[in-house]
Structures are given as C-alpha cells and as structure tokens.
C-alpha cells in the first residue's frame, strides 16, 4: 500500500519531462494528509520553486486571507498542483506536461479522500471539472463527481491582477464555507 512518504520520494524524482531541467524544487503539495477540503492550482510560480512549497508567494498570501475569512487555517487543508515543476516564465503548464504530471495529483488525490476539491484558476479547473470550463461564468458553481464536490474559484494572482474580481472571490470562498458546514465531518471552522 502507498503512503504519503512513498509517493513523495517518487514525484521528487521525476524527470519525465521537460520541466524537471528548469526546476529548483518539485513542488509536490503542503498541508493536512487527511484533510477533507483540497484546493488545486496549475503549477508552481518562482517563489514556490525557491521554497518547494505551493502557494508561498502573493498568490498564496491571498488564499491564505481567504481561508481565514471564512474561519479556515491553511494547516486544516491540502494544497497541490497540476504540474509539480515550475514552467519557464510562469507560462501556463502545456497539455503534454499536464498529462505526464497530472498521475501525481491522483495519486495525491487517492491517498487523501477529500470531499471537497476547490479548482484555483482556469486551467486546473479545465483539467479537473471539464475541458471547457468558463472560469469567469462558472466560478463558485458546485459539480458533484465520483464522489467529490468540485468548485472552481478564480487563481489568486488573477484576483491580485484585477482587482474587481475581488468580490467574486470572496463570495466563492462563502459558498465553500456553507459546502464544508454541509458535508465535511472533520474540519472544524473558526
């Protein structure tokens, strides 16, 4: 049977495409292994390459803003990502790279039994919920699928890069707190 430690010491030293050249760390995810809520972004950003953390830069201190609006400490969730290395110049992570990666997620996803998945941004919700998602129709919709809740919020660095969508984060960060009220047993909000 796979453990966390197993699948860790696997994906750290994958060098199955290209972005394993470019990297610094493998950013294989952070947080809570039982967690019932997990978020999932596209790939690491230069700061989360420095540290091998996700979620570590700007982009990460707004989720973590978030999270504690809603009464929500980061160390009561996992966080991952599609790709677990940087891609060059932040650019977002190609298909080819996505399907080669996207095994460590699932296996990530396998061990952990979350019942709630929040997408952060376009791409990792076009990768999870459908391949032609909307992010700007669609943020803060519900899917129910194999058993998880799947909701789709925009990527923190597009709400820093617009402002407006502020708003809209917050309240998909609303209706994901009324989701863990509604379905989780064990995280337990502040």
């Known amino acids: ?10 994906c750290l030293a994958c060098r ?24 999932i972004g596209e790939g690491p950003g230069a700061d989360e390459d420095a540290q091998g953390l996700p979620f570590v830069g700007r982009s990460g201190q707004l989720l973590n803003d978030l999270l504690a609006m809603i009464g929500l400490g980061r160390e009561k969730v996992y966080i991952a990502n599609i790709v677990k290395c940087r891609p060059p110049q932040n650019r977002d992570p190609l298909g080819n790279e996505q399907d080669i990666c996207i ?54 660095a597009a709400v820093l890069r617009d402002p407006r969508r502020r708003p809209d984060a917050f309240e998909d960060f609303e209706s994901l707190r009324k989701k863990i009220l509604e379905v989780c047993e064990r995280t337990a909000l502040e």
């Open 16 to 39: 199955e495409c290209g972005l394993a050249e470019g990297r610094t760390h493998v950013v294989f995810g952070d947080g809570d292994e039982h967690a019932e809520v997990m978020f």
């Open 103 to 156: 095994k460590w997620l699932r296996r990530q996803t396998a061990l952990l039994k979350p019942k709630i998945i929040v997408c952060l941004g376009r791409i990792a919700a076009m990768r999870i919920i459908r391949p032609d998602f909307k992010i700007s129709q669609e943020h803060g919709q519900w899917f129910e699928r194999s058993g998880y809740y799947m909701m789709a919020a925009f990527h923190p």
């Open 1 to 10: 049977m796979q453990t966390w430690e197993m699948l860790k010491e696997e």
